[in-house]
């Protein structure tokens, strides 16, 4: 249930996905996998929107470019550890959100812990090795995969339900090797934006998800498009499902 004070807070969101809905945000669990560009601005959305509870997963300290994308790290947090900064940051946006945080890099000896007792995962890496982690982790678990992915001006979304969609490997039979790469700060808000939109659709039944469809947002000239995409029955992670 929803207390008077969180009834005030939501008020506005409340009257576009009821109380109901709140209330699943409310109890909703969240593996939120990065806290780098994607990952902050998804954190605080998700976190202003009531999510009950959001474990935050990453291995890296904050460094100096870090911060033309990743809102929640500031130039006093230069070498903390970017689980602490956005755990502090979250606690202090909304103290009715639980925030867990695991310093750890995501890899096969944590996956099975980081989401044995969550909903949903959030997948925002900046490789696709531990994407394909986090693939197939979703479908054993049968839990959905919010994916998105950024570079320069350009950013791509896909919501993924074990069973009933492509899951990222039909998407991406394979996907590049992991370097660094340029970014423009508001690509990842638009992207992350996006993810939590589809994280909150999922868990209030609310709309059509980006199911078995791909998003692409050009930024450079301001374009949207939708690529469909569907279940290869051969595929490697989710063929036999």
Not at 145 to 153: C, K, N, T, V, Y
Not at 192 to 195: C, G, N, V
């Given at each position: 249930m929803l207390t008077m004070d969180e009834r005030?807070?939501?008020?506005?969101?409340?009257d576009t996905v009821g109380t109901e809905g709140q209330e699943k945000l409310k109890n909703a669990r969240i593996l939120l996998a990065g806290a780098g560009g994607l990952g902050t601005a998804a954190?605080?959305?998700?976190?202003v929107a009531g999510i009950g509870f959001i474990r935050v997963a990453d291995c890296d300290v904050i460094e100096e470019s870090n911060l033309n994308r990743q809102i929640l790290?500031?130039?006093?947090?230069?070498?903390?550890?970017k689980t602490q900064s956005v755990a502090e940051k979250l606690r202090q946006m909304n103290p009715y959100v639980?925030?867990?945080t695991v310093t750890q890099r995501i890899d096969e000896s944590n996956i099975q812990a980081l989401t044995?007792?969550?909903d949903l995962i959030v997948d925002a890496m900046d490789n696709f090795e531990t994407r394909y982690l986090l693939n197939r982790m979703a479908i054993a678990r049968r839990i959905p995969?919010?994916?998105?992915?950024?570079?320069?001006?350009y950013g791509q979304a896909a919501t993924l339900l074990?069973?009933?969609t492509a899951c990222l490997r039909c998407i991406f039979v394979e996907g590049p090797k992991a370097a660094a790469f340029p970014v423009l700060g508001a690509t990842a808000g638009i992207v992350?934006?996006?993810?939590t939109t589809e994280i909150i659709k999922y868990l209030t039944g609310k709309g059509e998800l980006l199911t078995n469809r791909l998003l692409l947002w050009d930024g450079l000239h301001s374009t949207v498009d939708i690529i469909k995409v569907g279940k290869n029955p051969h595929c490697i992670d989710c063929g036999g499902i």
């Open positions: 005030k807070r939501y008020h506005r969101q409340i954190a605080t959305y998700l976190t790290h500031w130039q006093a947090d230069l070498g903390r550890q639980h925030v867990d044995v007792d969550v995969l919010f994916h998105g992915a950024i570079r320069e001006l074990p069973g009933q992350a934006s996006i993810q």
